[in-house]
Structure formats: structure tokens, C-alpha cells
């Protein structure tokens, strides 16, 4: 239970519930039992009001607030505002308020202000907010212990009279009666002398011939002005009453009906001056001579007066509806009819339940009929000051059409404050509301129509900022559309391609071309693929680009095929050199023997030995030209090879005899060393002879003049096989193309002495050849002074078994070794 010794805190709502819950021991005001009886006072008093009351009590300006005030706060500073000191509290203000407050507290000055602009930040944002608010000193017998503010937030009021006085100003301007606004100047006793004019519509300057007239006097504009119009409207300011008279001269030839009304300001005397012209009206007044007839015109004018209320209201493209105390309407324009259709005249607020209508603000009423004391109007008359309901209505007498309207409700007071009527304006939102609702369909269309395309489809603002991305974006990048905004696509572009799309992007914006180009994007399995990229710039009606509309092609399989095809055509360039290159080496033998044929006279062994050279390489050619034409049955590895015992020196002589041309042509030294040869082998002798016909030519051909030649044949009684082996004293085998020296058709760069046509190194055929009869086993192996590679085989049960191995040195001088095995 409360302690009786802190009754003062009790009720107070929230804040009462908060200061009695405070722990006061350790503030500078220690337990509230110790409290100034003067501080206890204003807290029953404060906590008891339902106006926004405040106190800071003590030279720290310990802080006190009710439920009033908290409303104001912002979760920024309540609750802990409570008992808080004043100036951390209130830092950002303290500029403003701070030395208010510290004159209150030092010598018990009150202040006092209406609508003053105190920036605050509230709700996690900087607001402006007008307050009216004053500060009071408060004293017991020790003197000034504190200040007492009562205050109201304003802010809504002073936004709302802007907006008014902005309204006013539009609507003074379309009047066809001149209005100015004129404030009176008084010398040093006090006494009107001259006139301001603050304000003046361009009727005034029409009807008068005053122009720029604002911020200038009355006299400065006509230096012969009579003081009897100074003494005129000063009257009327200082008496407060509006009056009615006519003004003019039959010097100015003209006559105007001026309605002058005083302006409630606390500083200064203004007069609201509204000027009909009546020169047509005093011409006839003169004419006529008769004031019955002055008086009918007087009427008839101010018959014309209302009538221009009158239509005024009418054609305000909003719907306004008048009613009185009691809620019964009692005016209604035009356009609120068509709004509402032909409703009844409601006598009252009960009759408003006959209303159809439901919120429509998105909030959690949204949808929920609205209820007769929840109309605009009915809170207007309850004082609210309704600012925006967005409601849906149903008109009378068309069941089937529904209206949506944004209501605006504020009470007519009397001078007296006493609620004597309501007013009420509602704009129709429905074609807006139906364009929102169509943009949003559309929106859903087109993302249902780029979610169900094959490609990627993305969109970009004018200057090339993303802002979407279809679901396809998702399934390849495994990014969505929130990663992919502003620049961020720029992660999924392969480095070397984009400097070239940066570039190209940004001509196409600066030109509006089109933008299109192939690069790689990152794949969500962390593999760049090969993409088309094309965008193209949508323009509206006037031709400036408003956005970019794009889209992105996966094209990878494509581009691979595409330079599969291409490697695929150069093979078979490479693939006729090598067959012009094999058709070659039998003509150098045949060529041969046809020379020794002419040479050999009557000599039978001459003439036998060049016919069987010629018999043996023509049979040669005529077996290569089968296997060789088949091109793809080459490239594919089918060749069928025709396994035989085959005398394994035959193929040795064979091979050296289709290379003794070549040989002999460039000086070479060829000796052998046949050790192993009388040995018979399982194989195809034809691609026996052809690989090491190979190997021999291509020493003798990259072997520079007068070399050295050496064909080996040993023994390998440990394994069953026999290692053949040519060494020559060439140029060996580069170290970088070792890698690939069992790819099919792959070639060294040629130097201008390498002329003679036909694969570089020819040995890599008989490679080839060796991988088709060892069943494709093959390894690659490379030493510090050189490479070696070879082919292994595995073949089921033969006679003997040949090994041939290829090697190439990089000492200059040291003989190649080129090795095949099979």
C-alpha cells in the first residue's frame, strides 16, 4: 500500500504509477518523505491535471512530468526524463530554453509563448514542434526552488493554419474583388499617421492602379492621401467592429464598396480592406438620383456577393457538407452529392448510422464498417480536429459502386469557444486508388511473366542502378533480388570481363544505345559461364530514358561448342599435314631408286635393288593411303592393327632404308647397333616400319648438318622386351611442350630453317600409333636435364614383347634420345 506520508503521489495515472515506483534514495532529493511541503503541493497538483504540466525542482533541475506531458516526450526521453536533470535531458533545446529557464530560477521572471518552434528529436527522428508554453517561478520562504511550465503542443494547429493561410492566399488571389491587408503606422504619441500595405491580390492592383503596393505606405504610393482614411481604418482597428462604406473620387473616376475588418494580432493593428467596384453602380446612382435605387443596387450586390459564396462552394472539386450543434446537415455542395449520390438530409448524429462506409486506411480497422459516432463529423463535434480518415464508402442509390474519400473534419466555434457547428471536406481518392491497385496487378503480371521465362531478366534505373532481378538470377547466381541491387552485380562478373562491360555500360547510358555483350557471370557451383548479356532503354513519351530493360542468355554450351568446332578444324588441318608428311617419307626412297634406275645401265643387281625399294615403299604408301584417308577413324583411335610375328630387323632396315635419303643429303653419320635384332616381335609391321621411319627422318631432319645418327636395339631379358632406341645430336624437345606431347596433331613453333613441311615432331605419330596397339596406357615423366615420354603396354600373350622409348636432352651438344614403347 502507498505510505501515508506520500499521499502527493497518489492517482496521476501512468506518471503517478512511475513516481511512486521511483527510487528517490540516491537523487539529489533523497527520500520523498524529505520533500519541501511547496514541491509536494505542485506534485497533487500536477498529477490531478489533465493539462501538460512540467516542473524542474532544484539547481539540478530535477524533472517532474505528468500524463499530459509524457504524450509529448517520444520514447527518446520518457520514462527517463523522470527525475533526470534538465539540461542532459533537454541538450539538444537547451540553446532555446536554457537561459528562460535559468532567468526564472535566478531572478523569478516569468515567460510566456505562443507557438514557438522547438526542434526535437521524437520517434527516432529530428521533428520541428510548436509549442505554446510558460515558465513560472516557484518560491516558498527559502526563496526560488524551481519552475513550474505549462505547455501544449501546437504543432498540429500551427501546420493547420499554414495550410489555411496558404488556402486563404489561393483563394484571395482568384478573387475578382480586390483584397489587401494593411497595418497602421503611429508616430511617437501613439496616433495613426499612415498605413502598410502587407499584403495585396492582383484584383487591388487592377482595380486601383496601386501596383507593388506591398511593403510600401500609403502615402509613398499617393502623396496627396487624406488622413481621414488613416483615421477610418485606424478606427476600425482600435474599436475591433468591421464596417461597410464606400470609397472613391470623381478625380479617380472610379467608386469601390470596401469591406474593412480588424485583424487580431498582439503586436500590431491590422485592417482586412475588400474592394468591390462600384463605379458602375454609382453611375447609375447619379444617373437616376434616387436612393431607393442605390439601395436595390446595394442589395443586389450583396445578393451577388452570396451568390459567389454560393458558387464558389459549388465548384470546389472537393465534397463539403455543413452541419450544426446537433450533427442535422445543413449544407451540402455539389460535388459532395455526386460523391454520396442523393442522400438524405440527417437530423441528427443517430441518422448517421444510415451511412455506408468501412475504413480504408491499412490500418487494423481496415475493412471494419464504420460506426455513426466514428464519422468526421460526429468527431468534429466532439471537438477532434479530424485530419486524414481515409474511409470507402457506398453511395445512395448505387449498391453496386464503391468510392474511396480522404475526409478532413473541424469544428465551427463561437467567439466563446462553444462548438456551434461542423464543417466537413472529402476529396475522392477512388481513381487513384484504382490506378494504385492497376500499377500493382501490372507489377505482379510482369513479375509472373519474367519469373516464367527461360532467361534472366533484370532492370535498371536511368543511371544504371539495379533495382530487379527475376527468379531465374536465383537459380543460377543463388543470390537474390535484395544482393543484386544498386552496383552489387558487379561481385558475379569474371575480373577480366568487366572493365570491357563497365565500359560499354556506360557508353550505352551516356548514348541510349543498345548494350550488349558476351562475358562470364559466376555460377551458384562457383564456375564462372559464358553469358549474353543485352539491355535496352525504355523512354516515355517525351524520349527520356525512365529505366533499362535487360536480359541475360546462358550461352556456355554454345560458346564451348563453338571453339570445340574451331580446335576441331584445326586438327584436321593438322591431320592432312601430317598425312602429306607420311605420303613423303616412301617418295625419298622411290625417288631414289628411280635416279639409281637411270644410273644402273645393264647392271641386274642395280636395277633389281631399286625395283624392290620401289615395290616396298609403293606397297608402303598404298597401305598408308587406307589406314590415313579415314581421317575419322583416326582421330577416334580405330585403326585395326594387323598383329604378326614380324622380323624385327626388317623393320629396322626397312625404316632406315625410306630415311637414307634424307640422311645422306645432309651429311649425317648413321650407325647401328643391333645387338637384339635377331629377335622376332607380335605387331603390325607396317606401323612398326612407319614409327621408326618417323623417328629416324626427324632425327635426320632437325639434326643440324654433318650430325650424328645412332639406332639401337638391347635387350631387356628381366622383362621380355626389347628397348629400340635413335639418338641424335639435335635440338631435343622443349621442356614446355612436354605436357602435350601425347595430344594427337600438336606442333613446336617453326623456325624459317624447319621448312621441309609435316608435323615438327613426327615422333608424336608414332606416339599415337604406340597408344593404339598398348591399349591408351601412357605416362608422362620430366628430369632436371631433360623429358622422357612413354607408353606402356599390356598385351595378352605375345611372342616377344618391344619397348620403344622417347627422350630428348637439353644439353646442347648430347646426343637425343627419342623413345617409344609399346
Avoid at 505547455?151 to 501546420?159: G, K, M, R
Avoid at 477512388?430 to 521465362?453: G, N, P
Avoid at 611442350?737 to 630453317?753: G, Y
Wanted: with cysteine; proline share 4%.
Amino acid at each position: 500500500m502507498l505510505h501515508t506520508n506520500h499521499s502527493f503521489l497518489a492517482g496521476g495515472g501512468e506518471m503517478g504509477a512511475l513516481m511512486r515506483a521511483h527510487d528517490w534514495r540516491n537523487s539529489p532529493l533523497g527520500p520523498p518523505d524529505a520533500w519541501p511541503s511547496t514541491l509536494k503541493t505542485l506534485l497533487r497538483v500536477l498529477l490531478s491535471s489533465n493539462h501538460p504540466m512540467f516542473i524542474w525542482w532544484g539547481d539540478d533541475l530535477i524533472q517532474f512530468y505528468n500524463d499530459g506531458y509524457r504524450q509529448t516526450l517520444g520514447p527518446e526521453r520518457h520514462p527517463a526524463a523522470l527525475g533526470q536533470p534538465g539540461r542532459p535531458c533537454w541538450e539538444e533545446a537547451w540553446d532555446l530554453i536554457g537561459p528562460d529557464i535559468e532567468r526564472v530560477m535566478r531572478e523569478g521572471a516569468s515567460a510566456w509563448y505562443e507557438d514557438r518552434l522547438v526542434p526535437l528529436t521524437r520517434n527516432g527522428r529530428r521533428e520541428d514542434v510548436w509549442w505554446t508554453y510558460g515558465y513560472s517561478p516557484i518560491e516558498d520562504e527559502a526563496g526560488i526552488r524551481g519552475v513550474l511550465v505549462i505547455c501544449n503542443d501546437v504543432t498540429e494547429d500551427h501546420l493547420l493554419r499554414q495550410r489555411l493561410q496558404q488556402t486563404n492566399h489561393a483563394l484571395i488571389e482568384t478573387m475578382d474583388d480586390g483584397f489587401c491587408l494593411v497595418e497602421l503606422i503611429d508616430d511617437a504619441d501613439g496616433r495613426a499617421v499612415d498605413y502598410r500595405f502587407i499584403e495585396a491580390n492582383r484584383a487591388f492592383a487592377r482595380h486601383t492602379g496601386l501596383v507593388d503596393s506591398v511593403g510600401r505606405t500609403a502615402r509613398q504610393l499617393v502623396p496627396n492621401l487624406e488622413q481621414g482614411w488613416v483615421d477610418t481604418y485606424d478606427g476600425i482597428a482600435r474599436s475591433g467592429v468591421a464596417r461597410r462604406f464606400e470609397e472613391g473620387s470623381e478625380a479617380m473616376g472610379r467608386w469601390f464598396n470596401v469591406y474593412a475588418s480588424p485583424i487580431d494580432h498582439p503586436d500590431k493593428r491590422r485592417v482586412a480592406l475588400l474592394f468591390t467596384d462600384i463605379t458602375d453602380k454609382k453611375n447609375a446612382e447619379r444617373a437616376l438620383q434616387a436612393s431607393e435605387t442605390a439601395a436595390r443596387a446595394a442589395a443586389s450586390q450583396a445578393e451577388a456577393d452570396r451568390r459567389r459564396l454560393d458558387a464558389l462552394l459549388s465548384s470546389a472539386p472537393v465534397g463539403i457538407v455543413y452541419v450544426d450543434e446537433h450533427g442535422a446537415l445543413s449544407a451540402v455542395n455539389r460535388m459532395n452529392r455526386q460523391l454520396w449520390g442523393e442522400h438524405p438530409m440527417s437530423t441528427s448524429q443517430d441518422q448517421y448510422a444510415e451511412w455506408r462506409g468501412w475504413w480504408a486506411d491499412g490500418s487494423e480497422r481496415h475493412g471494419r464498417q464504420i460506426r455513426p459516432e466514428e464519422w468526421a463529423l460526429a468527431r468534429a463535434l466532439r471537438g477532434e480536429q479530424v485530419e486524414a480518415d481515409v474511409v470507402e464508402i457506398q453511395p445512395f442509390g448505387r449498391p453496386h459502386e464503391r468510392r474511396t474519400l480522404l475526409t478532413r473534419a473541424t469544428a465551427i466555434r463561437a467567439e466563446d469557444g462553444a462548438i456551434t457547428g461542423a464543417v466537413a471536406a472529402s476529396m475522392d481518392l477512388t481513381d487513384q486508388v484504382d490506378t494504385q491497385r492497376a500499377l500493382r496487378e501490372s507489377e505482379e503480371k510482369f513479375r509472373t511473366i519474367t519469373d516464367a521465362m527461360p532467361q534472366m531478366v533484370w532492370s535498371s534505373l536511368a543511371d544504371g542502378r539495379n533495382d530487379y532481378s527475376n527468379r531465374r538470377w536465383l537459380e543460377f547466381t543463388g543470390l537474390d533480388n535484395s544482393e543484386l541491387l544498386g552496383t552489387n552485380w558487379i561481385g558475379i562478373i569474371h575480373p577480366d570481363d568487366l572493365p570491357v562491360l563497365q565500359a560499354l555500360w556506360a557508353d550505352s547510358l551516356a548514348s541510349g544505345t543498345l548494350f550488349e555483350i558476351e562475358h562470364r557471370l559466376l555460377h551458384h557451383s562457383g564456375e564462372y559461364r559464358w553469358v549474353l548479356n543485352r539491355a535496352l532503354p525504355v523512354r516515355e513519351e517525351a524520349g527520356r530514358i525512365i529505366r533499362w530493360m535487360g536480359t541475360v542468355t546462358d550461352m556456355h554450351d554454345q560458346k564451348l561448342a563453338a571453339e570445340e568446332l574451331k580446335a576441331a578444324n584445326a586438327r584436321k588441318d593438322e591431320f592432312l599435314a601430317m598425312l602429306a608428311h607420311e605420303l613423303r617419307n616412301p617418295l625419298a626412297p622411290i625417288s631414289t631408286a628411280a635416279q639409281m634406275l637411270k644410273l644402273s645401265g645393264t647392271d641386274p643387281k642395280r636395277i633389281a635393288h631399286a625395283s624392290d625399294v620401289i615395290g616396298r615403299q609403293v606397297r608402303h604408301m598404298v597401305e598408308l593411303v587406307d589406314d590415313l584417308l579415314d581421317v575419322s577413324r583416326v582421330t577416334r583411335g580405330l585403326v585395326e592393327l594387323e598383329c604378326e610375328p614380324v622380323d624385327l630387323k626388317s623393320v629396322i632396315h626397312n625404316a632406315i632404308e625410306q630415311a637414307r635419303p634424307l640422311i645422306e643429303k645432309k651429311g649425317h653419320t648413321l650407325s647401328t647397333r643391333l645387338g637384339a635384332a635377331n629377335v622376332t616381335v607380335t605387331g603390325d609391321r607396317k606401323r612398326l616400319v612407319q614409327v621408326m621411319a618417323n623417328l629416324i627422318n626427324n632425327a635426320a631432319k632437325y639434326t643440324p648438318d654433318g650430325g650424328e645418327i645412332t639406332v639401337c636395339a638391347d635387350p631387356l631379358p628381366e622383362s621380355g622386351q626389347v628397348k629400340l632406341s635413335v639418338k641424335d645430336t639435335g635440338i631435343g624437345i622443349e621442356a614446355a611442350l612436354l605436357p602435350d606431347v601425347f595430344e594427337l596433331f600438336t606442333q613446336a613453333k617453326r623456325t624459317p630453317d624447319r621448312a621441309q613441311g609435316g608435323l615438327d615432331w613426327a615422333w608424336r605419330w608414332c606416339a599415337a600409333w604406340s597408344t593404339c596397339m598398348a591399349g591408351r596406357s601412357r605416362r608422362i615423366a620430366t628430369g632436371r636435364d631433360g623429358a622422357a615420354a612413354s607408353v606402356s603396354s599390356c598385351r595378352s600373350v605375345p611372342t616377344a614383347r618391344l619397348a620403344m622409348t622417347l627422350a630428348a636432352s637439353r644439353e646442347a651438344r648430347s646426343p637425343r634420345t627419342r623413345r617409344c614403347a609399346s
